[in-house]
């Protein structure tokens, strides 16, 4: 058996990606362990005091307050920088880049104003800086931009990068309310901060824009070339206008390559409503990439949260037990098969219209263990046959054939006209 | 400067997609030596005769008909099969492989039943084989599961994998035709073939699973363990109870592992039109994969065509200009900023209620070289003020600023109370 390869962590702030990434590298260890032959070690964890590991149930001795005391150790391989904000975070990624060791960081303010700094330094000292987590949360937009379009030029990436300001643009537009009443709402469930104003006016959007576009067209986009317009000023009336000529509008960071020459900007859109982004509701991400060959790429998914945000940031740890990058396609497992499909079950069929019918049918389904979520009877063509559609709870196919045997040789049935898997 | 990397290719088939990856490396040349460093040649083409080279505007000289020749010649370093079909196809590739080249190929029929096999004779021979557009065209799904949710357990994957399926389920559901006429309306569009199977019956969707399978679980995922039904039963009537349900009918591959047991199955899906995957309309292709942290990612974009497909076939090849797979961040250009911003405006403003206020108002624009789409004059809850809306052709930021300026001095226009994007 290969030898186990170990990743020794240093995490920096256990705060709530912090406390995602800790439960995600328990909760996966074997899933780790069988995908990459790794182990990943939380060996120190930086925070104010150690009373805050205790309360996770971690460990008081991991705990440190000490920069040079991690940058010192040379079982540290990997510093993972979850802190937020430009300082002291800057200069405490920049010592551990200096001590040779790796960093991955979800910090998107810094990398917009500092990325290429910090790189230069990672290079310089040997080691590498990952960043994935620092744009749409777990939506792989930057290994999408680094690994794919190699062959292309791509000509634009357009996106909602802000899960606040699309949730109360989807509010105001299914419900009606103004900008005002949706912030409150918002605020009140923890999705908008008590100040929004780095949400709300795009400022959010437009580091992340900034750093996509350095992937997307290798060039030095700068956060202060992007024209920033946020969504207060957007009412009701003009979300209704918008629906009557067939748009819906969307917050949008935008930057688009031609000539030679780049244009960014975050600004609310009226979107057609045949194009996708008008089509991604509440806290939800997404980024379209066009380039001149693959056309547009649409990547969607949740930008922000404990879990997800983790599971970009794990993605950039693991990424450290193989060669950069590429992981290649592992040795494959024998596949033991489930025989039996597990779904819900839509069914047609014709009946008699006659009374008693339904509960002959549903004991059918209650001798094979199948429940039902919602039954209609609907008229049919024939004044004496009606349609009845059931809808399942969660069942198996084997169940259900045993189910539908019985009921096509039932007197009452004419014909089970459909059969069709539910999802959701 | 850097030496250039020569890159040089031979190519299997001159077909829809052999024609968009030639035309894709002359477009993109620039592109590509700008990207990479590197430039890539077509060596040899192999084709029945030298006729169907020279009609593509081609050297005759690239011609050849003979794998022998191909394989014995030291300069090609990667070859690419678009022949399709698993004979010959495989017996060329395997002989590729043994003489040491690197092979590219969008044969899923080939790698769904013979992958395995192929990956070994790749490693025997330290060469290495590339099949991203197998799967999805332009949509970069085994790139994704390679480069990502490295450190998720993939609960599931599920999608739409099929666009000829796909145009005719959206084309039933929209206009409430049957199936046999949607399905001949798709062939005479050429979206489906005389003999249209493979993807009706789920066939085709059920390959690109099975392959995206052993990616997402590890497994050696078989297509003869996938349960397929295609679409071929689908009514009107069960596409519109849906419909009154909250569902959208589409045709789903949808793979499952749970407690080390493989599920796999194509077939219809009542999808919960909350979900992204109901959304996806025409000829599309999308992939959803669940990660135990990540949540859903979404991926969209056109999963067939000569230039997506090619997009995907130049993809692979770029990655042999690097060490395979992350080409890590390009060195930064400096960026050459468009301070005016291209776009088409919205603009709802407060008028007087008046005649030939329109015409003073369409002069400023026409002074300023805006030309307007469409113009809609609304009541407003004063009755001696209209709103009048004007949606614009694209124009540029600096334009639009210069004509709100004389615009919002205008006697009649008591405010302009909005200007926003408009896409598409």
Redesign the interface.
Known sequence: MAKIKQLNVALLGLGTVGK?LVS??K??EA??L???GAKVNIVKIFERNADKLEKFGLDRNLFTDSMEDICGDKNVDIVVELLGRIHPSKEYIESALRAGKNVVTANKDLICMHG?EL?KTAKQNGAVLLYEASCLG???VI??L????????IKSI?GIFNGTTNYILTKMTQEGLSYEECLKEAQALGYAESDPTNDVEGIDAAYKLCILS??A??????FE?I?KKGIT???P??IQ??AR?G?T?KL?AIA?CGD????M?V??????N???LS?INGAFNACTIE????????????GAGS??T???V??D???FAH????????S???????K???MKY?L?MSVTDRAGILSGIAKIFGDNKISIE?V?Q?KNDNPDIK?L?I?THMTT?GSMAKALEKISRAPSVQSV??V?????
């Open positions: 995602g995600l590298l909760e996966n899933e780790i069988n995908k990459h290429g790189l777990a939506v792989p290994n999408t680094k690994n794919n379009f190699l062959g292309d030029e357009k350095r992937f067209f290798g060039l030095d986009a700068k070339d024209s000023q957007i009412t009336q003009d206008i918008a000529l748009y509008i949008l688009k030679g020459k780049l244009e900007r600004n609310p859109v009226f979107v057609s045949n194009h996708q089509k380039g001149n060959y693959s056309d547009e790429i649409t990547l969607i998914g949740r879990h997800p983790a599971s970009a794990a993605n740890i693991m990424n060669k950069m990058g590429d992981v290649g396609q592992r494959l497992k024998k596949a033991k098969m489930e039996d499909g597990h839509y047609r919602s209609i609907d349609s559609i809808v196919s006209d459909s069709i898997e539910v999802m959701g």
